[in-house]
């Protein structure tokens, strides 16, 4: 379900809506996300996403344990699946995405804040990817993990399947702010309004060279990052944005 901030519609507000109060993700729940955040990836008017669950007591305690353990090995791959679909997107939709964390967030739910570009989290907030201590392995967007935390510590998250509180969690840059429960979404929304006044364009272009950061080498990197920002230049985006620096003035993209 996804809500606009009544105070600035350019900021949508997107629950993770899954089964009771610990908000357990089924494949229900993922082909939903993914949907919303296809439309949200088109609209013009959105510059940024909060993505938060529904209820007060978590994020999520991960994907439904009811629904996972009596798959063959189909139906398990189509799982699976349909968690890669939101993930994926949330790592390359066109506007910022901003993971507001309450209580805990595990397994299939840590893989989709790992795909937002901000994590801001509660200071009861627990993370972690215990896949392991149920029988399977971790997979698709934990491979985010790494490059998050380094490798050292996310073989042990990993191997272990330990999680770690808040604090932690900030001190390995897991999340990037902890703040009170009853902070957490008015942070968001301040964290979402640094985007309203950017350009679009350019949020989807840094979006996407971040993006193929994590995919390709260096020199294949390099060489879309040279053309990307080369195209960025057939928008009035650079002129507009340079010019009002220059004229001490909030630029006004005006590509919404």
């Not at 997107?14 to 439309?39: I, Q, S, V």
């Not at 900030?170 to 301040?190: F, H």
Request: one cysteine or more.
């Amino acid at each position: 379900m996804t809500d606009n901030n009544a105070t600035n519609p350019a900021i949508a507000v997107t629950k993770l809506e899954g089964r009771g109060p610990l908000n357990l993700l089924g494949k229900e729940t993922f082909l939903a996300l993914k949907a919303e955040l296809d439309r949200l990836h088109e609209d013009r008017s959105a510059r940024a996403l909060v993505l938060t669950g529904s209820g007060e007591r978590a994020f999520s305690a991960g994907v439904d344990l009811h629904q996972m353990k009596d798959l063959d090995p189909e139906d398990a791959e189509a799982f699976i699946t349909a968690l890669h679909g939101p993930a994926r997107k949330l790592l390359t939709m066109s506007i910022p995405a901003i993971a507001a964390i309450r209580g805990p967030c595990l397994g299939g739910a840590l893989e989709l804040i790992l795909a937002c570009d901000i994590r801001i989290a509660t200071e009861d907030a627990i993370l972690g990817l215990p896949e392991v201590q149920v029988g399977i392995p971790s997979v698709i967007e934990a491979s985010l993990l790494p490059p998050t935390i380094g490798l050292g510590r996310a073989r042990r998250m990993l191997l272990t399947g330990e999680t770690v509180d808040a604090s932690e969690a900030l001190a390995i840059g897991l999340v990037d702010r902890v703040v009170p429960a009853d902070k957490l979404m008015d942070v968001a929304y301040e964290t979402a309004n640094t985007f309203v006044g950017m350009s679009r364009d350019v949020l989807a272009s840094q979006k996407d060279i971040v993006a193929k950061w994590l995919e390709l080498g260096e020199e294949e990197s390099a060489s879309f990052t040279i053309k990307e920002f080369a195209r960025i230049f057939t928008t009035g985006a650079p002129r507009e944005g340079m010019t009002a620096f220059l004229e001490k003035r909030a630029p006004d993209f005006g590509d919404g």
